[in-house]
């Protein structure tokens, strides 16, 4: 695979250098009401998204109905006691929407894209017109899928929770003959993840070892975690939108309101512009403070003739005097004419002692 440090997605360049490309996820969060999914179009863009993320599959592409034991949801889940079959009926995003909410997203300055989970859905995305494909964590072993997706062209965000360096490895292995245009996710699949759980140093390294850009996908209940992320250089921050968390639905519990969404969007602008470069030296604002450093001043008057001593001369604020590196060149000189308490220290006020 060719390494990139950037991709464009729609009208945005995506990775080192460009604004963190900020993704709203709406999953089931529409609660099988369309009008509900419209408004959480409206309100990704008021927060701020470059994007909104839908999810492209029916429980009967992802699984099949079965009541044995290992298609029940268990171990401490949001979700324990559902057959996955009846999880993904009440999760799914009906597809004759995803056109109209596309539009809706374009209209509004929006990019629009999905997570498919088999080649129906790749083809179905295909005609949509979307600009790029999601991989969901738990389709990255399949490569089947990833290769579908690869000889699509499109560029492909890949989350990577549970992988191992080998798995995503091979992951990109699959894509690579069709696809450079990819951005790697730091993800814990774990609903709601904890950040004890995060491991977000793991992007930076990420970034050396795959030589690709390389984003967060979030399902903790706060704003610490994606916000860090984007110090350690995440460039896409995807995060679930929900109208409201008390509306109870599969992902409801760990995904943001319109409020707290756009809370997060300002916040990371705010990280984005505070992380700047490396620079050294004053910034613009910073020079008028220059005058505020220390220098050195007369702080008692002395005579025409009179040494300078540590009694007449200091290093006091403001700067307006000559450099304190130059303290002990003036302790060993005399003054050239009678000097005021209060004057900066200038080489016109010092005659060098001889000797």
Not at 38 to 57: F, I, P
């Amino acid at each position: 695979m060719t390494q990139t440090s950037q991709i464009s997605i729609g009208a945005s360049k995506i990775g080192l250098g460009c604004p963190v490309y900020i993704v709203a996820e709406l999953s089931a969060n529409h609660h099988q009401d369309f009008q509900e999914a419209v408004r959480l179009v409206h309100a990704a863009k008021e927060a701020g998204a470059n994007a909104v993320k839908l999810q492209t599959y029916t429980a009967d592409t992802i699984t099949i109905p079965s009541d044995r034991e290992p298609f029940r949801v268990g171990g401490g889940t949001l979700w324990d006691g559902a057959t996955l079959y009846e999880l993904y009926s009440r999760a799914y995003t009906p597809w004759d929407w995803q056109p109209r909410l596309k539009s809706i997203a374009n209209e509004l300055g929006m990019d629009l894209f999905s997570t498919p989970f088999d080649l129906s859905s790749i083809e179905f995305l295909e005609e949509m017109g979307v600009p790029a494909h999601k991989v969901a964590s738990f389709e990255l072993v399949d490569i089947p899928l990833l290769r579908a997706l690869a000889k699509t062209g499109k560029p492909l965000i890949i989350s990577t929770g549970m992988a191992s360096v080998e798995e995503i490895e091979e992951a990109l292995s699959a894509v690579g003959g069709w696809n450079s245009e990819v951005v790697l996710l730091k993800c814990t699949s774990a609903y709601p993840a904890l950040p004890d759980e995060m491991n977000l140093r793991t992007i930076p390294e990420m970034q050396v070892r795959f030589g690709l850009p390389v984003g967060l996908s979030d399902h903790t209940r706060g704003l610490a975690v994606p916000v860090a992320a984007v110090t350690l250089g995440a460039c896409l921050i995807e995060k679930h939108l929900t109208l409201s968390r008390s509306a109870e639905g599969p992902d409801s519990a760990f995904s943001l309101e319109p409020s707290e969404f756009k809370q997060m969007v300002e916040t990371v602008r705010e990280t984005e512009r505070a992380l700047g470069g490396v620079r050294y030296g004053p910034s613009e604002r910073e020079t008028v403070s220059r005058a505020f450093r220390r220098s050195l001043f007369v702080v008692r008057d002395i005579k025409r003739g009179e040494p300078f001593t540590a009694e007449n001369v200091r290093s006091i604020r403001p700067g307006h005097g000559l450099h304190t590196r130059y303290l002990p060149e003036i302790l060993a000189s005399l003054a050239a004419r009678d000097i005021e308490r209060g004057t900066p220290v200038s080489w016109d006020l010092v005659n060098k002692q001889c000797g």
